[in-house]
């Protein structure tokens, strides 16, 4: 369903942008992938059988990597249909905790490398085509507030109302812009380097009782960019087992088992 599209993955070393470089060449797409080290890189290509990603080192927080990565792939493939905003990082911490310096480099990766790489796609390859394109951006849930992440929260937040803004500015372009928003995922970062006593918490709390999949996320941002998902821009769509929501488990076990007896009851009578 993506035979013809090129695509830009930022963060396709690994997590979920090497599980959405897979599904988009899987589904016929041409894909770039981007990281600050070309191992990783090669490595998601290699799990391609058939060429289809390619792997271009670039620091998205540095202005000048991002043009030349976009105008290597407009030389390489002369369009762009697809960006993919999925490289970001945080680390957990009180908020008490987080330093300035701290704060200022998750802000800048997550929130300032979205700005510089939507732009730069935007502005050298989907306006001047007169094609528009599609632009999907990582963040995360729960909404109500992630603990121990203040700085990640605040960065992701501003991308969600980044994307909603640009899809009101850029629908005369024909660009549309979405973020997919994902609970806790068992990446192999969240389930080495997260502690055993965060992750449990974080799994307990999800409705579903399980953690999202990488390969869960790339689905549904597959769904977004391809022509099934045509309608959608301007949207935040939780991938999260309900975890948004669950902050307040329904029905509470005492309420459970009263109303199980109250059934009970009205059907004796």
């Known amino acids: ?18 599980a959405t470089a897979l599904e988009l ?24 059988p058939h060429g289809r ?16 990565l976009v105008d290597e792939v407009l030389a390489r493939h002369g369009r762009i249909n697809i960006l993919v905003n999925n490289a970001g ?42 094609n528009g394109g599609r ?15 203040a700085h990640s929260s605040a960065a992701r937040a501003g991308v969600e109302n980044l994307m909603k803004v640009l899809a009101i500015e850029w629908a005369r372009f024909g660009i549309k812009l979405s973020a997919v928003a994902p609970g806790v995922v068992a990446t192999e970062t969240f389930m080495t380097k997260y502690p055993a006593a965060f992750r449990d918490h974080y799994t307990e709390s999800v409705l579903a009782g399980e953690l999202v999949t990488p390969e869960q996320v790339a689905q549904t941002i597959a769904f977004v960019v391809s022509p099934a998902g045509r309608a959608i821009s301007g949207s935040v769509i939780n991938v999260d087992h309900g975890h948004d929501v669950s902050q307040v488990r329904y029905p509470p076990r005492e309420i459970a ?10 059907r004796r009578t």
């Open 1 to 18: 369903m993506l035979d013809g599209q090129v695509a830009i993955v930022t963060g396709g070393g690994s997590g979920i942008g090497r």
């Open 25 to 48: 060449a899987g589904h016929g797409a041409t894909v770039v992938i981007c990281g600050r080290r070309q191992e990783p890189l090669d490595e998601t290509g290699a799990l391609e």
């Open 53 to 68: 990603i390619a792997g271009i080192t670039c620091d998205i927080r540095e202005e000048d990597q991002v043009d030349a």
């Open 89 to 130: 990082g945080q680390f957990l911490s009180p908020a008490e905790d987080i330093t300035p310096k701290g704060f200022r480099t998750v802000v800048r990766l997550n929130l300032e490398g979205t700005w510089l790489m939507t732009h730069a796609v935007a502005t050298k390859a989907f306006i001047p085509s007169g």
């Open 135 to 149: 632009v999907v951006s990582v963040t995360l849930t729960p909404h109500t507030g992630l603990a121990g992440m």
């Open 257 to 266: 088992t009263e109303r199980g007896s109250i059934e009970q009851e009205a």
